[in-house]
């Protein structure tokens, strides 16, 4: 029997990426002897994604949409389609033709050849802005050091899962999901392809810096404890280093009756009160998680869909 592929994709405002995309990937499939299914998560898009996927729905029945109540976010939408998907495996990729559909077929080759996930590494390209590229490198040296998973630079949201693993993976409730790194703790057996990404085709990209530090701190901090550790390590520090200025000050006020340093003084308060305002943040952080998490909310709503699991 004919396996069945599904392919998710995560889309915020790319009606003009959808039909170019959906396109490259009917070609990649006439070349192919499997059967798939395409999922569009229409992620609360601004613009007339919508009425682009029922038409294209319309006049393909194997193209499907999942249209969400609002805008959830890369990571909930993406979700949502790994939920939807039927397929005896699942790939996930983005809309905008970053990730380049004729990876498919290896990725299809790796899997029949019985690796459970084959996930793919963004090559260093000169297309990628040298700001992205250096705060990736150095976001995967922090997450690396500070938890237990190991997550390659330029891991991305394009790979394939067996359906052994997405079901698995549709059954964690986790808010906020940091899917690379989730999928990395699943283990299973895992297989790197490496690609060049292409430049995106329409639109802009819709990770503002901002977003990318929220998810930068969302990665680092749903995988490991240890930056909560950091209090106490520099605490430690700072009191040995505080007793070693305990003689000086006896010293100053015997010989010279006085202690100097107004300068000094000031500088300290202003440090520590930084060092301190970071702590009492990293753990804020962890006590939002658990206040969002306690509220068991979905990860996502949908309000319309092509597709019934
Ligand atoms: N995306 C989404 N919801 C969002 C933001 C982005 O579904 O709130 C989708 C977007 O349509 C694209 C993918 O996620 O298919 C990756 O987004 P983008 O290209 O903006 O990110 P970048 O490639 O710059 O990391
Ligand atoms: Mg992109």
């Not at 300068?263 to 943040?281: D, E, H, P, R």
Request: aromatic fraction near 14%; glycine fraction near 6%; hydrophobic fraction near 40%.
């Amino acid at each position: 029997m004919t396996k069945l592929v599904s392919i998710v994709l995560p889309a915020y405002n790319e009606s003009a990426n959808i039909p170019v995309i959906a396109g490259r990937i009917q070609d990649v499939f006439k070349t192919l002897n499997y059967k798939y299914e395409m999922i569009f998560v229409n992620d609360g898009s601004r613009d007339n994604s919508q009425d682009v996927l029922v038409e294209l729905h319309n006049s393909n029945p194997n193209i499907n949409y999942i249209e969400l109540s609002r805008n959830f976010g890369h990571q909930n939408a993406l979700k949502a389609g790994l939920d939807m998907a039927n397929g005896d495996c699942v790939i996930s990729m983005d809309c905008d033709l970053q990730h380049p559909p004729e990876l498919i077929v290896e990725f299809l080759a790796k899997w029949e050849e019985g690796y459970e996930v084959v996930y793919s590494l963004r090559q260093e390209s000169k297309d990628l802005s040298q700001f992205k590229r250096k705060t990736s490198n150095l976001f995967y040296a922090l997450i690396n050091r500070m938890s237990e998973i190991h997550i390659e630079p330029g891991s991305a949201d394009f790979r394939l899962l067996d359906r052994k693993v997405a079901t698995v993976f549709s059954s964690l409730s986790e808010n906020e999901p940091f899917i690379r790194g989730l999928i990395k703790w699943l283990g299973f057996k895992q297989y790197a392809i490496t690609y060049d990404p292409a430049k995106r085709f329409a639109g802009e990209s819709n990770y503002t810096v901002k977003k990318m530090f929220r998810f930068a701190m969302q990665g680092l901090t749903s995988f490991s404890i240890r930056p909560l550790y950091s209090a106490i390590y520099l605490g430690f520090i700072f009191s040995f280093l505080s007793l070693s200025y305990i003689p000086y000050v006896v010293y100053s006020l015997w010989v010279h009756k006085e202690v100097q340093g107004w300068a000094s003084m000031l500088m300290t308060i202003v440090f520590f009160g930084g060092i301190q305002l970071i702590i009492l943040g990293i753990i804020g952080i962890y006590i939002g998680k658990l206040f969002i998490q306690s509220k068991q909310r979905p990860n996502y709503i949908i309000s319309n869909s092509s597709i019934t699991k």
